[in-house]
């Protein structure tokens, strides 16, 4: 299982906890429409992470087994990219409840290492050096380990969230 595979899972949980959240909401109805507006908003940014983190899979898969070259495969992630970023874009935009206050924290380092993720990305797509995108991929591996780090710490706040 990929590290990629585990922060989909990760992303999956946090999906469905937000879901049961939005179905379970029961405030003044202004509170309860900045809430659910939040979590839509919320749930639209991680399917696309979702759908990022599976198209890279994809092309890493297709490219290790060489089905694309290193080139194609440098092109195709850039998709991923601007995912990311999009999705970053959608977040910075974000006015979360009080309520999700801490979440939307933990989504903003989580997003911290996304970026850093990207940087190494677009330094591995830079490089015809083999060794420097040994390197690179390293540290995306690294920074991936850190945003399930986070994505888990959502999983659990979103989970206490719920709780009360």
Request: aromatic letters at 10%; charged letters at 30%; a neutral charge.
């Amino acid at each position: 299982m990929t590290i990629f595979n585990i922060c989909k899972k990760i992303l999956f949980i946090v999906l469905i906890l937000i879901f049961g959240l939005a179905l379970s909401c029961s405030k003044a109805p202004i509170e309860e429409d900045l809430e659910e507006k939040y979590l839509s908003a919320l749930m639209d940014i991680m399917f696309i992470l979702n759908g990022s983190f599976d198209k890279f899979d994809q092309f890493t898969s297709d490219y290790t087994d060489n089905k694309i070259s290193l080139s194609d495969y440098k092109i195709l992630i850039k998709s991923t990219m601007r995912d990311i970023e999009l999705s970053h874009t959608l977040y910075l935009k974000l006015k979360p409840p009080k309520k999700f206050k801490k979440v939307n924290d933990l989504y903003g380092k989580s997003f911290e290492h996304l970026l850093k993720r990207n940087r190494h990305l677009q330094d591995f797509i830079d490089t015809e050096d083999s060794n420097k995108m040994l390197r690179y991929t390293e540290q995306v591996v690294n920074e991936a380990e850190l945003v399930n780090k986070y994505n888990s710490k959502i999983t659990d706040e979103l989970g206490k969230v719920i709780g009360k």
